[in-house]
Every structure is written in C-alpha cells, then in structure tokens.
C-alpha cells in the first residue's frame, strides 16, 4: 500500500494467525484498491468498466465515504481530481487498517497497536503516540495518550504538496500539519486529510465534529488544538 506497516499485540493468546489475516487483508485490499494497478477494482470502476450493481459492497462504502467528505468540505476533498482519475486512498488506507484492527478485536485481542504509515489504531492502552514536527524529521510537536482510539496525520513532509484543495485544484499550502484523534482510523485519517485540503477554515470544521479532537501547527507555525486533545507532553511547534 505505498507505506510501513506494523503490529504489536500484548496479549499471549492471540497467535500469529491472527497477524498474518491483518496482513493478508492489507495485502488484498492493495490489489483491490489501489488506483495504481490496472486490473484493480478501484482502476476498472475509474475506467467506467464496472456497473453499479457490479461493485463490491466494500467499494461502495468506500465511495459513499468519499462522497460524505466531498460534501462536508464544499468540494475541497474530492476523489475525482481533473488530471488525476479517480483516486480513493485518501480514505482507502484509514478505512482499510480500522478494519484490520477490528480483525484484531474479534479474534480476542485486547492490547494492540496497528500502526500503518504513521496512523495508528490502539486497544486496551494506554499507549503514548509521538506526532513528528512537520518540518524537523527527528523532532516530535506532540505526544499523546490513546486508550481504544484511532491518530492520523497529515502534512506535507513525506510526500510534499500531494494533498489538493478540489476547489481550485491547487495544492493545500495553508496548513502545514494536522493530526485528528477519533474513535476509528476511518475517521481520524479522512478528517485530518479533509481538514488539510480545505487550508485553515478546515481546523474551525474538524474542531467543530464531534468525537474528534484536533491538533494543528498553521502555515506561520503556530499550534491550534482543542481543548480534550490528549496530548502529554510538546516540544516546540516551529523551528
């Protein structure tokens, strides 16, 4: 899926059974999704080869995902990017790996952690989860304690200015990192990506959903973050 993925489970009765099913899932959500393999259902269904009633009850709700954030945003993340065809994994990946976490819950695990690219699922914490500074790769802005919860960054540092604003089809520059605390990864991940396309109205929006909590170094660096935020400890904001 483009990004590290990795798993650590505290609970001795789970075995690597269960692993290996959270990596297959991955592995075939990959070969399912991804808009960069032609013979993908994502690739075929942006080619118009697929009917409605062909599609895949998991494609389906990732396109009713899309179209819910398409519309929250006033059009400012939108899947369907002129130039690009159509492109999900702004909600593929969070969605995919909350679902790998709840493989996880229903084969009995209590205590895990699934981080996948920097997004991550806990249960049974608390867990301490380090957000980088977006712009000093060895520095962390933030840190922060998660119980049963999902954390999702984004920003510019790994990928640069790959996030579009659907509106004006340019990049998002007025934001330089955003992190979203949710219940899923669903969530937290299309929020935070939805948030950093619509620039800074977008953190006056994800502070204003509710069970989301927000934290957000601007493009002048400065931090905005709402008052449950979890976070423990904070190193400086900007360089």
């Known amino acids: 899926m483009g990004f590290p993925v990795s798993l650590r489970v505290d609970d001795p009765h789970i075995g690597e059974e269960t692993g290996d099913a959270v990596f297959a899932w991955l ?19 942006g080619r118009g080869e697929l009917p409605a009633d062909a599609l895949s009850a998991d494609l389906v709700e990732v396109l009713d995902l899309c ?14 990017l002129p130039g690009r065809g159509f492109d999900p ?75 579009i604003d659907g509106r004006t089809g340019a990049p998002a520059t007025g934001l330089l990192s955003v992190t979203v605390v949710a219940a899923t990864l669903t969530e937290a991940d299309a929020v935070a990506t939805a948030a950093f396309a619509m620039g800074p109205e977008g953190v006056e929006w994800a502070a204003g959903l509710q069970g989301c909590e927000v934290y957000v170094v601007d493009a002048e660096r400065r931090v905005l973050r709402t008052a449950g935020f979890p976070g423990v400890g904070e190193g400086a904001a900007a360089a």
Do not use: M
């Open 27 to 45: 592995r075939e959500v990959d070969e399912r999704f991804s808009p960069f393999k032609a013979g993908s259902e994502v690739s075929r269904y």
């Open 67 to 80: 179209e819910r954030y398409r519309v929250a945003t006033g059009g400012a993340f939108d899947v369907r």
């Open 89 to 163: 994994c702004a909600i593929v990946k969070g969605w995919s790996v909350q679902r790998a976490a709840e493989l996880l819950a229903a084969a009995g695990a209590r205590r895990f952690c699934l981080n996948a690219g920097g997004d991550v699922v806990t249960g049974g914490g608390p867990w301490r989860v380090g957000v980088r500074h977006p712009e000093i790769a060895d520095k962390l802005c933030t840190v922060l304690e998660l119980t049963d919860g999902a954390v999702a960054t984004s920003a510019r540092y790994e990928r640069g200015d790959h996030i």
